[in-house]
Nanobody
Framework: QVQLVESGGGLVQAGDSLRLTCAASGRSFSGYHMGWFRQAPGKEREFVADITWSGSITYYADFVKGRFTISRDNAKTTVYLQMNSLKSEDTAIYYC????????????????WGQGTQVTVSS
C-alpha cells in the first residue's frame, strides 16, 4: 500500500479556486490509479475524480465536470485536484485514495486513503 497525505484545503468564497495536493509515499506510486473523494456533513462519501496510473485517462463526477481538474506527477509521487468556480455545496472533507485497480467504487477499508483535508466554501 501507499501512504497518502492531503493538503491545500481551506476557507474560500464562492467562485474562488483551490488546489489540493496529495503526497504519496511507500510502494510504487506509478502503479496506482489515484482518486479524490469527498464527504460533506451528514452525507456519505462520494467520488469526485480519478486518474489512471499513467495520467492518460481521467474521469469526473458530473457535479464537478468543467470546474475541477485532476492531475498527477509520478516523478514527485503527487496527485493534484485543481478546483475552480467553487460553490457552497463543494464544502466537504476531501480525501485522496489509491488503488491498483478501480478507484471509482472504492470503499473505506479497501485501497489506501489519506486523512482528508477540509474545504469550506462560503456563499
Amino acid at each position: 500500500q501507499v501512504q497518502l497525505v492531503e493538503s491545500g484545503g481551506g476557507l474560500v468564497q464562492a467562485g474562488d479556486s483551490l488546489r489540493l495536493t496529495c503526497a504519496a509515499s511507500g510502494r510504487s506510486f506509478s502503479g496506482y490509479h489515484m482518486g479524490w473523494f469527498r464527504q460533506a456533513p451528514g452525507k456519505e462519501r462520494e467520488f469526485v475524480a480519478d486518474i489512471t496510473w499513467s495520467g492518460s485517462i481521467t474521469y469526473y463526477a458530473d457535479f464537478v465536470k468543467g470546474r475541477f481538474t485532476i492531475s498527477r506527477d509520478n516523478a514527485k509521487t503527487t496527485v493534484y485536484l485543481q478546483m475552480n468556480s467553487l460553490k457552497s455545496e463543494d464544502t466537504a472533507i476531501y480525501y485522496c485514495a489509491a488503488n491498483p485497480f478501480n478507484i471509482r467504487t472504492l470503499k473505506a477499508g479497501s485501497g489506501s486513503w489519506g486523512q482528508g483535508t477540509q474545504v469550506t466554501v462560503s456563499s
